[in-house]
């Protein structure tokens, strides 16, 4: 049985460990959701709306699922709302958090697979927590200008996400690897400035890099996190007064796949028990 369980062990892994990723676009004036199960142009795989006009969207695994899901963020009450899956309806947390007219920036801090929330204020201070419920920030720490964009993901694949701002003037990233102050860890010029930054696990390498959707509604996504061409697209999805994200997802196939693998495992192991 050993040998067998090994075997089908072996075989199962490789696929449950990929992970799927797809883009998304809000539109922030009607709080209307796009999103695209692929990295290219097309018709969405879904919409729907979610939360109220003026609010900020992008998603999130929290509750570690392995699938990224809805979550939008009020900045006059600087109230998160999350959602455990990618449609419309209530939130399944609601939680305020941080200082009126923060942005939002969300990340796995801690590397137990849950994504929680963190914002970041107009004096460029990030103040990031390590569960999606209220209380203090487990970090506060300055990093960039309270006029960029805070983006966060695993820049060095050790499995924590950190922090890293956005500058849209001219389209410059900083990155660094831990949630701290201090240098960034990378400094690169990428897309139209101008544009929108998002980030994701393009390639699945376990690595996060950058993304940013322009002011025609393209996206550019790029494998590594350096200076240079995308490596995917510009490809059009949305329209350019949208915001962008992306979401990974655990693809449905893998699911069917392991649960028919258990129930074959379940039954040879039985058979063999009652041939004993
Ligand atoms: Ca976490
Ligand atoms: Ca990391
Ligand atoms: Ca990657």
Not at 139 to 148: D, L, P
Not at 155 to 160: E, F, P, S
Request: glycine share 14%; aromatic share 14%; hydrophobic share 35%.
């Amino acid at each position: 049985m050993k040998g067998i369980s090994g075997v089908l062990l072996a075989a199962i892994l490789p696929i449950t460990a990929f992970a799927q990723i797809g883009i998304g676009v809000a539109d922030p004036t009607t709080a209307t959701i796009y999103e695209r199960d692929s990295l290219s142009s097309g018709p969405p795989s879904r919409s729907f709306n979610y939360g109220v006009p003026g609010w900020d969207f992008f998603a999130g695994d929290w509750n570690g699922d392995g699938t990224q899901t809805i979550g939008a963020y009020d900045p006059s009450s600087s109230t998160f709302y999350l959602r455990n899956t990618n449609s419309a309806g209530l939130p399944d947390y609601v939680i305020q958090f941080g200082a009126p007219n923060s942005k939002p920036v969300i990340g796995d801090w801690n590397g137990d697979g849950i994504d929680t929330i963190g914002v970041f204020d107009s004096s460029g201070t990030f103040s990031l927590r390590n569960s999606n419920n209220p209380g203090p920030a487990d970090m506060t720490f300055q990093f960039g200008t309270g006029s960029w964009t805070p983006i966060a993901g695993d820049w060095n694949g050790d499995g924590t996400d950190s922090i890293g701002v956005f500058d849209p003037n001219i389209a410059n990233f900083y990155l660094r690897n831990t949630n701290s102050a201090g240098p960034p860890d990378f400094n690169f010029q990428f897309g139209p400035p101008g544009s929108k930054p998002l980030t994701g696990d393009w390639n699945s390498d376990g690595v996060t890099t950058v993304g940013v959707f322009d002011f025609n509604g393209n996206f550019y996504l790029r494998n590594s996190n350096s200076a240079g061409p995308p490596d995917i697209g510009p490809f059009a999805f949305g329209t350019g007064t949208m915001q962008p994200f992306s979401f990974a997802t655990v693809p449905e196939p893998a699911t069917s796949l392991l649960f028919i693998i258990g129930c074959g495992l379940i039954t040879l192991c039985v058979s063999r028990r009652w041939q004993h």
